[in-house]
């Protein structure tokens, strides 16, 4: 795991399902996203819905995390055909 020195709540822009809560959380704690999908889920229920309450806070205060640019040698281009 990573120093918590480096760790950065956002949310993800590539692996998200609906805000890109958990695909952050999971880049910043090096899990799988499913796993902390079905923890959250888990503990909505148990929790009589507290963790709901979280997801919606980070989902409205944590910044998505910008995109990573795609490398010039995986742009497709189009050629023309004759």
């Given at each position: 795991?990573?120093?918590?020195?480096?760790?950065?709540?956002?949310?993800?822009?590539?692996?998200?399902?609906?805000?890109?809560?958990?695909?952050?959380?999971?880049?910043?704690?090096?899990?799988?996203?499913t796993l902390l999908?079905?923890a959250f889920v888990?503990?909505?229920?148990?929790?009589?819905?507290?963790?709901?309450?979280?997801?919606?806070?980070?989902?409205?205060?944590?910044?998505?995390?910008?995109?990573?640019?795609?490398?010039?040698?995986?742009?497709?281009?189009?050629?023309?055909?004759?």
């Open positions: 795991m990573q120093n918590l020195n480096s760790f950065r709540l956002h949310r993800s822009s590539t692996d998200k399902m609906l805000g890109g809560v958990c695909g952050g959380l999971a880049e910043s704690l090096e899990v799988d996203a999908r079905l888990a503990l909505t229920v148990l929790g009589a819905g507290a963790a709901a309450v979280i997801y919606v806070a980070i989902w409205a205060l944590a910044p998505v995390d910008p995109a990573p640019a795609t490398p010039a040698a995986e742009v497709p281009v189009d050629t023309p055909t004759v």
